[in-house]
């Protein structure tokens, strides 16, 4: 009869861990989101903070933003590796990890990136002649930015004064208007915001910035954080951050729309 309890027993105690294991919640992965440094790293992370949220809402999971110092660390993190789960970054960003890392575009912004060169007025009429040894701010390289000066400023004898100071794209036009800078490149949805400012040169279009995911996130993860950001729009926080980098919306995207954007870092150090 002893025997018979504690085998009882022993039955009661396992049946209770078995409940126990499958009623208890399912402990939420958390992933490392790598973001463009457009802003300095605590605005940056508050500008994304409610896009972050909104996908750990959606999917159950953590989203954690990962924000270089500047471009020239993020380019250092991209070439490195460095434990990257998703990223959202720009056209040539995104088709460096396409290609060499095995990232899979899940969305972009659906609103094309190009970029523009503004300068007050009085200079911008004297044409581009006039920017040769002037003051022209941008983000550090190799934001997409910075890279397109060089299809505007072939000529090595006749350049403006390059300097990337900008801590953020709209810190080159507060610059312009502070007497800190002749000129500045800026994305086109930006210069857009400043009638007082006069756009002297307009870049190529590019596909909008893209959300990709790293080859070891779960397929059903990768699946769950696309239907999300494909709806995004329709969840009133989480479209400020869209409204903040100049996009409506996410559509889908692939790795086909960005072939050979990475092309656009060749002349920067690291590159191979």
Not at 120 to 147: C, K, N, Q
Not at 169 to 182: L, Q, T, Y
Not at 235 to 249: C, F, H, K, M, W
């Amino acid at each position: 009869m002893a025997v018979q309890g504690g085998r009882r027993a022993w039955l009661q105690a396992l049946f209770a861990l078995l409940i126990t294991m499958v009623s208890a919640p399912v402990l939420a992965d958390e992933f490392k989101v790598a973001l463009e440094p457009s802003f300095p790293p605590d605005r940056n992370q508050q500008i994304y903070q409610p896009l972050l949220d909104y996908l750990a809402s959606e999917t159950g999971h953590r989203f954690v933003a990962v924000t270089a110092r500047n471009y020239n660390f993020h380019w250092r993190d991209i070439r490195q590796s460095s434990g990257i789960d998703f990223a959202f970054e720009e056209a040539h960003f995104t088709d460096y990890r396409a290609q060499r890392q095995g990232f899979r575009p899940l969305a972009r912004l659906a609103e094309k990136t190009a970029y523009a060169l503004v300068a007050l007025p009085e200079l911008a009429e004297g044409g581009m002649d006039a920017l040769v040894g002037r003051r022209l701010v941008s983000m550090t390289s190799p934001s997409l930015g910075y890279a397109l000066l060089f299809e505007i400023f072939t000529n090595p004898i006749a350049q403006p004064d390059i300097r990337s100071e900008a801590a953020s794209w709209r810190d080159g036009v507060e610059m312009i208007f502070g007497g800190e800078a002749d000129a500045a490149m800026v994305p086109r949805f930006i210069a857009d915001m400043y009638p007082n400012l006069q756009i002297m040169s307009t870049t190529r279009d590019f596909p909008g910035m893209a959300f990709s995911a790293a080859p070891s996130v779960p397929e059903d993860v990768v699946v769950a954080v696309r239907e999300a950001l494909l709806k995004l729009h329709q969840n009133p926080d989480a479209y400020q951050a869209l409204l903040e980098i100049g996009s409506t919306r996410f559509e889908p995207a692939s790795a086909a729309d960005y072939r050979g954007h990475q092309e656009m870092l060749k002349g920067f150090f690291g590159y191979q």
